[in-house]
């Protein structure tokens, strides 16, 4: 534990900063989940709505990919390159679907 005022202060900071990531790291987590099974069971518009921002029985869920990952980056929890890089795979990986259920 530590001594020091400052010390404790930043212990506490760091507790909260970490639990803050660990929450959107999970709605990243659960938004990624719900995406990959939609492309393994080959269905096109749960894996659209999975991955776009779109409204779904007119409620906004916060679980949808693109904008959880928006987030992740806006608030510095993870790299712009990074989030970048998964934005490609998973654009990929849905145009795969699209052109595989279209031949």
């Known amino acids: 534990m530590p001594i020091i005022k400052s ?3 930043a212990l506490k900071q760091s507790i909260k900063k970490h639990s803050r990531n ?4 999970a709605l990243f987590r659960e938004a990624r989940i719900s995406f990959e099974k939609a492309i393994k069971s080959n269905d096109l ?3 659209k709505q999975a991955f776009f ?3 779904k029985d ?3 869920t916060s ?3 693109q904008s959880v990952i928006d987030k992740l980056v806006k608030k510095n929890i993870i790299h712009k390159n990074n989030w970048d890089r998964k934005k490609s795979k998973y654009a990929w990986m849905l145009k795969k679907l699209e052109s595989s259920l279209k031949s």
């Open 22 to 25: 660990e929450w959107f790291k």
């Open 63 to 65: 679980s949808w990919l």
């Open 45 to 47: 518009e749960l894996a």
């Open 53 to 55: 921002n779109t409204k």
């Open 58 to 60: 007119w409620k906004t």
């Open 7 to 9: 010390a404790k202060k």
